[in-house]
T-cell receptor, first 111, second 116 residues
Framework: RKEVEQDPGPFNVPEGATVAFNCTYS??????FFWYRQDCRKEPKLLMS???SGNEDGRFTAQLNRASQYISLLIRDSKLSDSATYLC????????????FGTGTKLQVIP | EAQVTQNPRYLITVTGKKLTVTCSQN?????MSWYRQDPGLGLRQIYY???????DKGDVPEGYKVSRKEKRNFPLILESPSPNQTSLYFC???????????????FGPGTRLTVL
């Protein structure tokens, strides 16, 4: 099993739709998790962090399921500007010395 | 403005010609890291540094060197570049004083390197 796995997509959704991505991880010692957004070949930028069961920020909700070892990102009322690649990030061993990035899920919001 | 800067942004070079990609941050962050990003492989960690004079290997350190003589700078050195090091490189920094051991990483704009 890969350390971090994401469905590469692309997810093509109409404006206003709700879309969810999952990210599975293999290291049960990981304590914190992150979703980053990356626009085409630009630098990743933090979208949300998840330390406990979940986190919500406006239209974005991140949830953590430790038992099944996955995190999810839910985007409600999708906007054209949400089109990007979403990267799941899992620090290893509870510390951030080494981190593993997922390969990303590509979202395309269609007018 | 808080930022991570990288130079050069674009570089085309030839096999074996030593090069250095600079990375600098103005946020007084202790932690800095280098990544490379390749299609289908995502970002992979090359080296990281917990503080001045403290560096360690990431997942793909072969063919790279780093140094951390000052807190703000973390250059990436390719002593003898090869075509398989053609990639998009990102430097990142992070504070270590947050509530959790892992804090937000701030990324530089990236360096697109082509080795012929």
């Amino acid at each position: 099993r890969k350390e971090v796995e994401q469905d590469p997509g692309p997810f093509n959704v109409p404006e206003g739709a709700t879309v969810a991505f999952n990210c599975t991880y293999s290291n049960s010692a990981s304590q914190s998790f992150f979703w980053y957004r990356q626009d085409c070949r630009k630098e990743p930028k933090l979208l949300m962090s998840v330390y406990s069961s979940g986190n919500e920020d406006g239209r974005f909700t991140a949830q953590l399921n430790r038992a099944s070892q996955y995190i999810s990102l839910l985007i409600r009322d999708s906007k054209l500007s949400d089109s990007a690649t979403y990267l799941c990030v899992v620090p290893r061993g509870g510390g951030y010395q080494k981190v593993t990035f997922g390969t990303g899920t590509k979202l395309q919001v269609i007018p | 403005e808080a930022q991570v800067t990288q130079n050069p942004r674009y570089l085309i070079t030839v096999t074996g010609k030593k090069l250095t990609v600079t990375c600098s941050q103005n946020m007084n962050h202790e932690y800095m890291s280098w990544y490379r990003q390749d299609p289908g492989l995502g970002l992979r960690q090359i080296y990281y540094s917990m503080n001045v004079e403290v560096t360690d290997k990431g997942d793909v350190p072969e063919g790279y060197k780093v140094s951390r003589k000052e807190k703000r700078n973390f250059p990436l050195i390719l002593e003898s570049p090869s075509p398989n090091q053609t990639s998009l490189y990102f430097c990142a920094s992070s504070s270590t004083t947050g509530k959790y051991s892992t804090d937000t990483q701030y990324f530089g704009p990236g360096t697109r390197l082509t080795v012929l």
